[in-house]
């Protein structure tokens, strides 16, 4: 296979996953889903085409780009692409989805070099990439910019580092198992909310969002962008308001998916400072997966990411008994919070790759 055997054509998205032209979208959230299992073994860790459809029909916050590659008949690969509709941004965020059946014969190249040129057409100068590892130790493994873990080599790697792409931080997958005694999770909220004090409260919901909170955690998810450990990878400061907050938990409760927030709220101000977020298909049964977890970097200190993290997981044990694991991701150098994932008894199964080239 090479790039004159390829065709590579728009991805359409589809007004629902039951009309005539909604195929492609279809066979995209099979191969994400396959893509996924491939690297990690774990089958359950990405959406699938229902989950991802609302995000890819709102594109206010966010705009989302497909293509599809086939040789002859057969699906062979896919891009996705992400630009975030900020003034200021700079980056396009992609994802190469090449099947192991695939890898390593041109498709990575032919849609590295795609995605290349579409960030250019819309004046983007940074691409951005993650990829996904089996927790193993091969021949070749690459260690970040940043210093902190490793990943094996994999073709796709070999690809981004042909096209100029550099490794910047490692990203660790971890889960925790909801089925085992709830005991330390009890304990371990019972200490950080006494060293917390009275000056800190929690609140909770399920998306959506009520009206009383949506400019506080508006404020708070803000935050994520620039407070979050990232390297030297770049993220536009994000810009949230309620309205932003309305149709992110109209994509988050998309299909049947249910999303719970825990949140710290500061007394004396009323402020918000702290959340945890779980999300669930609607097949309850399903793995649990963390969304953003955060403490305001002039709250830290306080154990409110333990707060957050023990309340919401305790929570989610009653709404959701049939749930057997929650999955979170949390970048290699944020040792406080992998220190409270571990202590609660979260375990390491996959890793990830940020990667980042500059146009």
């Known amino acids: 296979m090479n790039a004159t055997t390829l065709t590579i054509t728009p991805l359409t998205v589809p007004a629902s996953l039951e009309d005539p032209d909604a195929a492609d979208f279809l066979a995209f959230g099979a191969l994400n889903r396959l893509v996924c299992d491939e690297a990690t073994g774990l089958p359950d860790l990405a959406p699938d085409a229902a989950q991802m459809l609302a995000a890819w029909q709102e594109n206010t916050d966010s705009l989302s780009l497909g293509f599809v590659a086939r040789a002859g008949d057969d699906v062979v690969g896919m891009l996705a692409m992400d630009f975030a509709q900020e003034a200021e941004a700079r980056a396009a965020e992609i994802d190469v989805l090449v099947p192991e059946s695939s890898a390593g014969l041109g498709v990575e190249d032919a849609l590295l070099d795609l995605a290349e040129r579409e960030a250019h057409a819309r004046g983007r100068t940074l691409l951005q990439k993650w990829t996904l590892h089996r927790p193993i130790e091969t021949e070749r493994m690459i260690v970040p910019r940043t210093g902190w873990g490793r990943i094996p080599a994999i073709p796709l790697t070999d690809a981004l580092e042909r096209h100029g792409y550099v490794c910047e931080q490692v990203e660790r997958n971890s889960e925790l198992d909801l089925r085992a005694d709830p005991a330390p999770l009890v304990a371990a909220l019972a200490e ?50 309620a309205d932003r907050v309305i149709r992110r938990d109209a994509r988050n409760t998309a299909a049947g998916q249910a999303f719970s927030v825990v949140a710290v709220q500061h007394v004396p101000t009323g402020a918000l400072v702290a959340y945890n977020e779980l999300l669930i298909g609607a097949d309850r049964s399903g793995v ?37 694991v929650v999955s979170t991701f949390n970048a290699e150098e944020n040792r406080p919070m992998l220190s409270i994932n571990e202590a609660i008894g979260f375990v390491p199964v996959s890793y990830a790759g940020a990667w980042q080239k500059r146009i």
């Open 192 to 241: 950080a909310e006494a060293h917390a004090g009275p000056d800190y409260r929690t609140v909770h919901w399920m998306a959506p969002t009520p009206v009383e909170h949506r400019d506080g955690y508006a404020a708070i998810l803000a935050r994520l962008s620039t407070d979050a450990p990232s390297g030297d990878m770049e993220f536009v400061a994000e810009e949230w308001d």
């Open 288 to 324: 649990t997966h963390q969304f953003g977890t955060l403490v305001a970097s002039e709250h830290r200190g306080h154990r409110l990411g333990m707060i957050v993290k023990c309340a919401n997981l305790l929570r989610w044990r009653e709404l959701m008994p049939a749930s057997a």
